[in-house]
Structures are given as C-alpha cells and as structure tokens.
C-alpha cells in the first residue's frame, strides 16, 4: 500500500439514502444490495422529511466547501453537489478525514441555515475511500466528475 494521496468522501442529506435502499447502501465501506425488510426499518427512524437540495442550496453548498477548503488549505480535486448526497475528492493534508467532513458539513450547514434550512440537514456520518495511487485517485475524480 501506497502513501495515501487523497480520499473521496461521500455524505447525504437527511432521510434519502437509507439503509436497505434499492440503489445499494454502504456501511463501514462495504457496499450492500438492497433490503426491503431493512429498508422499511430504517424509514421508521426517519422523524422528519426527506431533506433535498434544490439547484440554489446545491451552488450555496458547493462555493462554501471549496471557500473552506481553501481557506484550511485543502485541495480539492473534484467536487459534485447532488439534491441528495455530496462527493468530495480531497487530497491528502495530514488532518483526520473525520475532522475534514465534520468541517465541511458543519459549514454548508450554517450556510444552507442563512438560508431557508432549519434542523438536521445530513445524515450521520459518510463513507470514505483512500486513493494510494495516481490511477485510483483519476478514477475517483472522473467518478465524481461524472456525477456533475
């Protein structure tokens, strides 16, 4: 194993992409098929709405990641800004990944809350894949690049 060159991270908004999801779910960074009986759990524990951006909160969300990023001295490689989820290629900067997200999403929160948002905006947590080499961290930014 290489040295850790950068991560993609992914993390979604509040209610959308549950566990059990049709579209696949991952947890602690094993991608799992979908599970109808988990599924339905998990939509017992959602205690709001769905949380979606719209195209306005998506650009809000966008500029103030990559104005922190900058301003921590982070680089981000790729960024893509979905109304349910967020994928993020950063690249290494010897900070703990955890204390990256909860940076990034603390701040689109306090951003979105400026505007129309109120309450819990993601959910807990986010999934993270390391990029050791030049090939898996192109692959994670033309991933991430095509979600634009």
């Given at each position: 194993?290489?040295?850790?060159?950068g991560?993609?991270?992914?993390?979604?908004?509040y209610?959308t992409?549950?566990?059990?999801?049709?579209?696949?779910?991952?947890?602690?960074?094993?991608?799992?098929?979908?599970?109808?009986?988990?599924?339905?759990?998990?939509?017992g524990?959602?205690?709001?709405?769905?949380?979606?951006l719209?195209?306005?909160?998506?650009?809000?969300?966008?500029?103030?990641?990559?104005?922190?990023?900058?301003?921590?001295?982070?680089?981000?490689?790729?960024?893509?800004?979905s109304?349910?989820?967020?994928?993020?290629?950063?690249?290494?900067?010897?900070?703990?990944?955890?204390?990256?997200?909860?940076?990034y999403?603390?701040?689109?929160?306090?951003?979105?809350?400026?505007?129309?948002?109120?309450?819990?905006?993601?959910?807990?947590?986010?999934?993270?894949?390391?990029?050791f080499?030049?090939?898996?961290?192109?692959?994670?930014?033309?991933?991430?690049?095509?979600?634009?």
């Open positions: 194993m290489g040295k850790t060159l991560y993609m991270v992914t993390f979604t908004t209610g992409w549950l566990q059990g999801d049709k579209r696949g779910w991952v947890k602690k960074g094993t991608i799992h098929e979908e599970n109808a009986e988990l599924r339905k759990a998990s939509e524990q959602v205690k709001k709405e769905p949380v979606k719209g195209r306005e909160e998506k650009k809000i969300v966008r500029e103030v990641i990559c104005r922190k990023a900058e301003a921590l001295g982070g680089k981000i490689f790729a960024i893509s800004v109304s349910n989820h967020v994928h993020i290629v950063l690249g290494y900067s010897g900070r703990p990944i955890e204390e990256m997200v909860r940076i999403k603390n701040t689109a929160s306090a951003a979105l809350k400026e505007s129309k948002f109120k309450g819990r905006i993601w959910t807990k947590g986010y999934d993270k894949r390391f990029c080499d030049k090939n898996s961290l192109t692959a994670r930014i033309k991933y991430v690049e095509g979600h634009r």
